[in-house]
């Protein structure tokens, strides 16, 4: 099978494609042949080693000290059942499906296997391969930051930094299904978009510092920490944030309340569970992930420049031959 893999951490130049042994299912294991698949900004991170101040050793030690240990990187998939292993129940040869591998990746190759218990679901008719391709990752955040940790009530006024990316693009269309006030924050390109997917108002984040007043605050992009977003809380106002230095997240883990503001980040739920309630909220109209640019594998290198680039709309896919 022809495989994109990373031998070394850098940028999108050190993706090779590799003729690789197809993966053979073992027991409890489902053969998906892809059809389409999420490159995101997760993804970038994890090939350059680029993480958040504080978490590269970390990284390093998960993913591989002096190389990534798995050489396949991705982790949004949609596809096709092609084998299962013994003991597999409740999927069968050519079924489409889609999932997520999680930090293991393997999703930019033509063949993955994934346990069939794991987080792997049937793709719902409504669902475009591409669509498909990229719901999980900025949807399962943004509805873990939104609904359980903040908690985001009907005539809240919320603010999204980094509004039109994959998470905020989910969290637009997740505040409006709430009946929360949204402002949303981006490039002025993008202003359009914004609204489109939810947005009230709009804010140009290169026209100068912020100023308002919000009752919940999602910071996609990090440029919000606490001693800046103090001022732009509401009294018992939330902050959110998804981008974090370690220095950051230990003190929001150590002390989440400061005055009347609490502070919630941390890790979000990706279990089947959380996906589950992502696929409803797509059923029930309320998100469905926004495609910016759609390439070919063969320019899975150009894909990962644009992930990497923090200015990319929506979600950017892979399509396989």
Partial sequence: MKAATVRRYGGPDVITLE??????????????????????????????????????????????????????????????????????????????????????????????????????????????????????????????????KAGLRPGERLLVNGATGSVGSAALQIARSVGAEVTAVAGRANHALARKLGADAVIDYSAGPISGQWDVILDVVGTLPYPRAKGLLAEAGRLLPVTATLAEQIGAALRPRLGTHRISGGVIGEDRSAMERLIRLHHDGVYRPHLGRTLPFAEVRAAHALAGSRHKQGNVVIVMP
């Fill in 19 to 148: 003729d690789l042994p197809q993966p053979e299912p073992k027991p409890g294991e489902v053969r998906v042949r892809v059809t389409a698949a999420g490159v995101t900004t997760a993804d970038a991170r994890l090939r350059a080693n680029d993480a958040p101040r504080g978490f590269g050793l970390i990284l390093r030690l998960i993913t591989g000290v002096i190389r990534p240990r798995n050489p396949v990187p991705g982790m949004e998939f949609a596809g096709v059942v092609d084998a299962t292993g013994t003991g597999v129940t409740g999927f069968l040869p050519g079924q489409r499906v889609f999932g997520t591998t999680g930090i293991s990746g393997g999703a930019h190759a033509e063949f993955l296997t994934i346990r069939a218990d794991g987080r792997l679901l049937h793709q719902p008719d409504s669902l475009s391969d591409a669509e498909a391709a990229a719901f999980f990752f900025g949807g399962l955040t943004a509805a873990d930051f939104l609904l359980d």
